[in-house]
């Protein structure tokens, strides 16, 4: 995809630049102005700009309706505000805490934590509504000044770089203040131009969005059609005209004639075995120490591990349980219980209890195809119909052990793996090329405002 956007629709600089003194942007239209944050508030109301309650308002006041209470994660780095996981505070509680009462057109921007510098822009059709005091928040003067234009303004690297400079002088966990906020540098069009480049921005943002919105469901097919071929590949083989048996398991009726169903427990080279159940000290290098967190989209994301090890106590966790290649970790307790994948490396690292090791007897299973079997979806409904629930989803060992799967026969084994890595392979590139696609999308958006907002491109007659 050629995704020269800029020749496309042929944006053209401002006739007249004037050097702005700003560190991030050395030049801005000759008729913008240079002002702080705080010139752009609406003074003639209580409290313009600010953050949350400070702990006035707890969980147990959160309910299933009533005013909305906006916390960091309804916020987004598209200045969209998310509805998934919103809770609500009573009308009472809202008035009692008039401070971090919002109002449609307010911007938020999350002040703390991991997702710092994320936007928000409360709709119209959200009357009030409260926040948290992680969240900043700030009431435009809409005579002056388009909440729209600031939206945008506030995802712009510009304004970006100033949160992160300001929130990573911290010493401790990241975060920015309202003092810090009210003294960030912007750059000010008139407000017609503000309304303009808005208009612009919807519009085009918008398209963007929506081709990386295909691209994302084209993805999703493209998997679903991953997860039916594997399905049908590892429980009815490839031959349509092969004799089929009854299975004698739950969730499959037939099966080839020469595959078998067994438990897990038979066709393991070694007993099925967890993590150690201790927490280790970490150290600052070592050895890497993984949990369920790290088993992501059916692979090791050894990114996500919890921490380092010695080879000391690595090598006395080892005893019980010492991953090597071709190994399976099945997640076996918490939110992901039954996601699975295979080790790909040599290299050495330990596990922790959430983690269950298969290990596969190649001369019963090979590996990559146990791999393939346990990630289709009769193996994952077997994996639900199993767990228990205490403080969490779990499964345990002795479970583990006991579940059946279906065996294709040894003679077609090698020919059902061959297929398999061929054609998910080539499904993987497709998302791969896909995933890069959307990336780039999103790269061009972010630029795009930049470039905008900032007036490095002029867009009143486009």
Known sequence: MNLNWWMKMKLKSYPKYKESGIQWVRWIPVDWKINKVKYLVDKSIYYPIGDGDHGQITPDMYQDEGVPYIRVQNLSWNGKILYKGMVYISKEINLANKKSILKPQDLLIAKTGATIGKIGLVPKNIISA??????GKITINKKFHSPFFWNYYFQSNIFQNQIFI????????????????????VIIPSFKEQSIIANFLDKKTTEIDELIEKDKKLIELLKEKQTALINHAVTKGLDPNAKLKESGIQLIEKIPEKWNAMKLKHIVSRKITDGPHETPEFIDEGVLFISAEAIKKDKIDFSKMRGYITKQVHKIYCAKCKPRKDDIFLVKSGATTGNVAIVETNDEFSIWSPL????????KILPKLLYYILLTDYFKKTIELSWSFGTQQNIGMSVIENLNIIIPSISQQNYLLNYLNQATVKIDKTIQKIEQKIKLLVEYKKS???????????????
């Open 130 to 135: 409260n926040t948290t005091s992680s969240v």
């Open 166 to 185: 300001s929130a990573y002088q911290k010493s401790a966990q990241p975060g920015f203040n309202v003092e810090d906020l009210i003294d960030f540098i």
């Open 356 to 363: 269950a090791l298969i290990r596969s007897n190649k001369e």
């Open 448 to 462: 795009l405002i930049h470039h905008v907002v900032t007036g490095k491109v002029d867009v009143r007659e486009v």
